[in-house]
């Protein structure tokens, strides 16, 4: 019998006309009970009596195949008219630029690129082709974003990094007058700021995810391809290697480098100048290898039994102490 598969969901959620996906045999259970019209299934594994895909990545080819049921918006050629553009701007034909957008002097946006309400783009900046800046984003002058990237709603790119000088009783500002440099296909959640150089550029390389509320600071180098989760804060001058993965809320401290495909766990902080390498990932405050990390909350968890154990020794050394003095008296 042919089934038309027009949407996805989960194991548990998914009709007759939805597609799903079991990752790995603890998923199996669920799959057999799912009420999916087709199934994405390890390569290893075998349904009867149901419409299944056997497939190397389950996770992975579910991935392109919501791709494929639910295609991305294609912007048609379309200014708002509520929208502010300078007349030095060049804007591809098919770009859709929304309501009360600020364009400014000598901007490039490529074809096919979508900026959303209420955005507003400083001077000489550069946006690719087929990006997506979502609505209410606010990216500084000189900021240049290579293609299909997309920037969540509220992030701010290109703000003066946190830069100032002791100057006797004061501190003066040190004037931030670099850039931002973001690459192809990066995604950029809401709420993130990424600064501009004090000199030079800030560095996001292609292929890399940010998380909602990502902060990197000014002169930091992002490598290709590297995922970072929520809230986690980059101090300035911080290098980090392709393929690298960092947990939500960690802090990395200035100047630290984080070699490629190395992991950083969640809260994780890592101290100014240090280096992380790949291998064992670290976790904790400070940052340490998660072997050790894990003995040590293994030592905390006791301190309570230990602290009995002394006041014990205490109390029977106390003992004979008193009955060897009573024995003297």
């Known amino acids: 019998m042919?089934?038309?598969?027009?949407?996805?969901?989960?194991?548990?959620?998914?009709?007759?006309?939805?597609?799903?996906?079991?990752a790995s045999q603890k998923a199996m259970p669920a799959a057999l009970k799912s009420q999916a019209g087709c199934l994405l299934i390890p390569q290893e594994f075998e349904v009867r009596d149901r419409t299944s895909i056997r497939v190397k990545e389950p996770r992975a080819a579910f991935a392109r195949a919501l791709s494929a049921l639910y295609p991305r918006k294609r912007p048609s050629g379309f200014v708002h008219p509520t929208a502010i553009i300078a007349k030095t701007a060049k804007?591809?034909?098919d770009c859709f630029i929304g309501p009360y957008v600020?364009?400014?002097?000598?901007?490039?946006?490529?074809?096919?690129?979508y900026?959303?309400?209420?955005?507003?783009?400083?001077?000489?900046?550069?946006?690719?082709?087929?990006?997506?800046?979502?609505p209410n984003?606010?990216?500084?002058?000189?900021v240049r974003i290579g293609a299909r990237t997309i920037v969540h709603s509220g992030s701010v790119i290109g703000a003066d990094g946190f830069g100032f000088t002791l100057m006797g009783d004061h501190y003066e500002k040190f004037p931030q007058v670099g850039t931002v440099e973001i690459?192809?296909?990066?995604?950029?959640?809401?709420?993130?700021?990424?600064?501009?150089?004090?000199?030079?550029?800030?560095?996001i390389g292609n292929g890399v995810k940010l998380d909602n509320l990502v902060h990197i600071a000014h002169n930091c180098a992002i490598g290709q391809h590297v995922v970072v989760a929520a809230q986690t804060g980059f101090s300035g001058s911080v290098s980090v290697g392709d393929y690298a993965a960092i947990g939500g809320q960690a802090g990395i401290g200035e100047k630290a480098r984080i070699e490629a495909r190395a992991i950083v766990g969640g809260k994780a902080g890592i101290l100014t100048s240090k280096k992380v390498s790949a291998g064992e990932p670290v976790w904790g405050i400070p940052a340490r290898p998660l072997r050790q990390h894990l003995r040590n909350l293994a030592y905390l968890n006791r301190l309570p039994e230990l602290t009995e154990e002394i006041n014990e020794l205490k109390r029977r050394l106390l003992a004979s102490e008193t009955q060897h003095e009573q024995g003297h008296s």
């Open 102 to 113: 600020i364009v400014g002097e000598h901007n490039e946006i490529g074809g096919g690129s």
């Open 91 to 93: 804007i591809a034909a």
């Open 137 to 142: 984003v606010t990216i500084y002058d000189g």
């Open 183 to 203: 690459g192809d296909d990066v995604e950029i959640g809401a709420n993130c700021c990424i600064d501009r150089a004090a000199l030079g550029a800030t560095r």
């Open 2 to 22: 042919e089934r038309l598969i027009s949407s996805a969901n989960t194991l548990e959620c998914a009709t007759p006309h939805d597609l799903a996906f079991a």
């Open 115 to 134: 900026i959303g309400n209420g955005c507003s783009l400083g001077d000489h900046v550069l946006i690719g082709p087929e990006c997506m800046i979502h």
